[in-house]
């Protein structure tokens, strides 16, 4: 298994932006999926955002729709998570994810992707 390495979590006000990066590291990313999860203090770990890698197709959850945009650099082998317009309840720790799949992202759990960040903490706050 490879690893992902994750970068530009931070405090931020409402209304504010983050750009999440995420590094493959010791497999390449093109032709794998690539999924954002988040996870607050006492809740479930949710998916925000993903891309297939067939088409490219992306989904967001609603509550992020229009506001987060998932994309990727497969030449420098990085995932991003473009966050505006950001809000208290976006406060949590978020992760990418990674896995070969055959079908439409949105379709998988959490627990079919084997490639994981170590989580970054975005905390928005005035």
């Known amino acids: 298994q490879g690893q992902l390495v994750e970068s530009g979590g931070g405090l931020v006000q409402p209304g504010g932006s983050l750009r999440l990066s995420c590094e493959s590291s010791?497999?390449?990313?093109?032709?794998?999926?690539i999924s954002w999860f988040r996870q607050a203090p006492g809740k479930e770990r949710e998916r925000v955002a993903c891309?297939?890698?067939?088409?490219?197709?992306?989904r967001y959850s609603d509550s992020v729709t229009v506001r987060f945009t998932i994309s990727r650099d497969d030449s420098k082998n990085t995932m991003f998570l473009q966050m505006n317009s950001l809000e208290s309840e976006d406060t949590a720790v978020y992760y990418c994810a990674a896995e070969r799949l055959a079908l439409s992202c949105w379709l998988y759990g959490a627990h079919e992707y084997g490639n994981w960040g170590q989580g970054t903490q975005v905390t928005v706050s005035s």
């Open positions: 891309m297939s890698s067939g088409d490219g197709s992306t």
């Open positions: 010791g497999f390449a990313l093109i032709g794998y999926a």
